[in-house]
């Protein structure tokens, strides 16, 4: 499938390019002994400070829930179990503010490099519009309306890589690459106006993805981890892009 995702962001302000980290996140000594752990925590603080407000001077606004105008799944080979193409419009990610990073597996600053590996315990619920033409299996499906689909028990490791960038003589660290591997012990689906309005046709679809919801989801995790794996290098891009490296990562606090 090919996947395109919008992502709505703030106007940053253009008062100063140069910013520092909000007060209220965590700050990391590159010559800490304890630097992995320290950086754990201060990616839980990251994330739990973006959900619950944002960071307005670099453009962000919070991300619980995460607001993306626009998410495209376009189906791939027409003889796979699940070919569909889905457009979603307008749709919320809840739950990302109940984020935790388990560990953190690499952080090699000089390099750009760090993997880590999270979980969404309580999991990440979509709401929103969309329009599906495909097949599931060997089921034809349609329909258009509302959607909420819900990945329980969220797990990932995620994996960045990035360079240096120059700007004004100060170093920048631009996180190009973003990987995402997503797994998730279940998922559920609902979508409102299927097969034209017929609602009890509609219901046995539901039912029907439901009990294949495995089969579905092996379908589509690669879409669904190249979506989030966009939305979250252009949130996290717009901070590390306006702090200088040195001072993100510091040789003493």
Known sequence: MRVLVMLCLAAASNAATTKTLPYTWKK???????FRECFREAIEVAVRELSRKGAKGFGVFPIDPLFLSRVDLERGRDDSAVAIDLHFRDVNFHGLKNTKVLDVVKADISNYHFKMFVQVAKGVTLKGQYKMDGKVLVLPITGEGKCEISLENITAHIELRGNEVIKDGQKYGYMADWKFLLDTTRLRMSF?????????????MDSFLNDNWNEIWQELRDDIQEAFSSAFREIFNRIFTKIPYDNLFPHHL
Do not use: E, I
Not at 28 to 34: G, I, R
Not at 192 to 204: A, E, F, T, V
């Open 192 to 204: 409102d106006n299927r097969l034209n309005s017929n609602k009890q046709l509609g219901k046995q």
């Open 28 to 34: 990391c000594a590159k010559t800490d002994p304890a």
